[in-house]
C-alpha cells in the first residue's frame, strides 16, 4: 500500500470533484479538481528538476490556496516540505537554508534578491517565486506541465516534511515527520473531533506551521470538506465569515481578540460545531467567558512540531478547562519524576510521550535526537504537568526555556545572542511575561558597561533589523547585574515576578 498522504487524502476527497475544496477570502473558488490537477502540475514540475531522494523543497511564502497546493505537490511527488515563518530575516533564513540544504526554494517575489542570494551561496540549485496573488515563476513555468500525476510511492517512514523548532536547548533543530506520523495523527484527529459531512472550515492560521498546515488543514482535506481560507487571523473577517463555518481552529489570542467583539455572540456561532485551541496555554478566564458569551465551549489540545497531536479535550465528554485532555488513542503519555519514575495522580513531573506521531528525530543531528529519548523509547517534551484522577492532563509549566508569544515560539537565548552581539552591552536575559493579548510578551532585561548610553528603542531597533518581529522584544528593562543562584545560573523566576507587571 502507498503510504504517500497524498495518496491518503486523494482516496478521501469527495465524490463530487466539482465541489469546493478551498473558497478564498476574495471569494475564488478551487473545486478539488482544480486542487489536484494545480497539485500535479507543480508535481510535475518538481520532479522534471531531477531532484535527489528525500530533497527538501524549503517554502517562506504568504499564505494563499497556491501555497497550500505547493505543500500538497511537494508530498505527492515524494519530496520533504519545509516551512518557514514569513517574519523570519535574513540570518535567520540563512541558517535555516544552509543547515536543511534544500535543492529548491520558493519565496516571494518581492524577496528574490536577497533570499536567492542567500539559497545559490548554500548550494540550491533552483529558486522560484509564488506570490499570493497567483504570480511568480512557480506558476508560471508549472502551467507548461501536465495536470495529471500519478503519486510518488511512499514508505510509512519516508520524510513528508522538516519543521524547525529549538526543542529543549540550543540552535533551531529541524523535526523529521514522516508520512506515516502525518497520517496517523490526522486520521486520529478525524475520528476524535468527529469530523462530520457538510463540516466547513474557517482556517485563519498561517501555513507555516503544525496547527494551520497539519491539524487544520488536514482535517479538512481528510473529511473531503471545504475551507474558506483567510490570509491572516483578522478579527473583523473571521466574524464576516463564522456564519458558513462549522469548525474554527486558533490559538488563545484569536479567542481573546473575538471575544472583544461584541458582536460575537450566540447568534453569530449558531451553526459553528466545534472551535479548538492550542499551541499555547488557554487562560481560564478565556475559556469560562467564551462559553458564557457563545453557548459553545473550546476544545483545547496539546502539540508539539515533533510530536504533531498527542493530548486533546474529547468532542463527546467533559471538556475541562485548564487541562489539555486525555492523551489520544494509540498514544501513549506519561509524566516522569526525575529518577525515571511514573509520577501518581496529581504528582508534577516531566511529560514523556510515544506513538506513530512521534518524529523521525532531528535533521542531521543524531546524538541531539538520542539526548531527547528515554532508553524505552518515549520523547521528552520538555513540558511539565500532571495527570488527574479522571486522567486529564494539565501543563503546569516547561524545562525548557521558552516564551509562546501569540502562538509563536520564541527561544531566549537566541534573543540573548543578538543582544549581547551589541556594543555597550555586557549581558542579557530574555524572559516571559503576562501579556493580555499575547499570552506571554517578551522582555529583555539588559546590564550595559558603565556610562553607556544604549537606550530601550536602540536595541528594539536593532533587533527588528535582525530578527523576526514577533521575537523582538515589547520592552527592555536595564539593571546594574543579574540575579544568580549559587551555581551562577540567571535566576529568571525572579526576573519574572520583578517585571511582570510592566
Ligand atoms: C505579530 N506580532 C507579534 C506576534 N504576531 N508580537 C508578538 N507575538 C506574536 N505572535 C507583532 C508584530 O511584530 C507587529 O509588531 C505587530 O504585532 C503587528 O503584526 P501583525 O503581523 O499585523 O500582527 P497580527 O496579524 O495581529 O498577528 C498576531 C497573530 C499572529 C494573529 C496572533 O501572531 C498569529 O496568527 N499567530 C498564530 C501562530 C501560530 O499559528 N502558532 C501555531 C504554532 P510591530 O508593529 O511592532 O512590528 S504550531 C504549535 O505551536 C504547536 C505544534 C501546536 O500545538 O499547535
Ligand atoms: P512547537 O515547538 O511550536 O511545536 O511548540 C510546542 C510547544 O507549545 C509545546 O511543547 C508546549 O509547550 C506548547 N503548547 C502547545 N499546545 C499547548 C497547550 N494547549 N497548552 C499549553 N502549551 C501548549
Known sequence: MNANLYALFESRFPEDRTACCIETHEGLYYSWNDVDRASAKMANLLKGLNLEKGARVAVQVEKSPEA?????????????????????????MAYFIDNAQPEVVVCSPQNFGWISQIAFASGTKHVFTL??????????RAALQSNSFDTAVSAPDDLAAILYTSGTTGRSKGAMLSHENLSSNALVLQEYWRWQPGDVLLHALPLFH?????????????????????????????????????????????????????????????????????????????????????????????????????VSNPYEGDR???????????????VVK??????????????????????????????????????????????VGKFDARGYLSIIGRSKDLIISGGYNVYPKEVESFIDEMDGVVESAVIGVPHPDFGEAVTAVVVTKTDNAL?????????????ANFKVPKRVFFVHDLPRNTMGKVQKNMLRDQFKSS
Open 68 to 92: 497550500l497546493i505547493l505543500y500538497l505537490a511537494t508530498i505527492r511527488a515524494g519530496y520533504v516540505y519545509l516551512p518557514l515563518n514569513v517574519a523570519y530575516r535574513a540570518a535567520e
Open 131 to 140: 506570490g499570493d496573488d497567483r504570480t511568480g515563476s512557480l506558476l508560471t
Open 210 to 310: 503544525v496547527h494551520g498546515l497539519f491539524v487544520a488543514s488536514h482535517g479538512a482535506l481528510l473529511n473531503g470538506s471545504k475551507m474558506i481560507f483567510l490570509p491572516r487571523f483578522d478579527t473583523a473577517e473571521v466574524l464576516r465569515c463564522l456564519p458558513r463555518a462549522s469548525v474554527f481552529m486558533g490559538v488563545p489570542t484569536y479567542y481573546v481578540r473575538l471575544l472583544a467583539e461584541p458582536s460575537f455572540d450566540k447568534e453569530l456561532c449558531a451553526g459553528m460545531r466545534l472551535f479548538v485551541s492550542g499551541s499555547a496555554p488557554l487562560l481560564m478566564d478565556t475559556f469560562d467567558q467564551f462559553r458564557e458569551r457563545t453557548g459553545r465551549t473550546i476544545l483545547e489540545r496539546y502539540g508539539m512540531s515533533e510530536t504533531t497531536m498527542l
Open 320 to 334: 475541562i478547562g485548564g487541562t489539555v485532555g486525555l492523551p489520544l488513542p494509540g498514544v501513549s503519555v506519561r
Open 338 to 383: 526525575g529518577d525515571g519514575t511514573t509520577c501518581g495522580v496529581d504528582e508534577v513531573g516531566d511529560i514523556q510521550v510515544k506513538g506513530p506521531n512521534v518524529f523521525r528525530g532531528y535533521w542531521r543531528m543524531a546524538e541531539k535526537t538520542a539526548e531527547e529519548f528515554t532508553q524505552d523509547g518515549y520523547f521528552k517534551t520538555g513540558d
Open 455 to 467: 537606550t530601550e528603542q536602540e536595541i528594539i531597533d536593532e533587533l527588528r533589523s535582525k530578527i
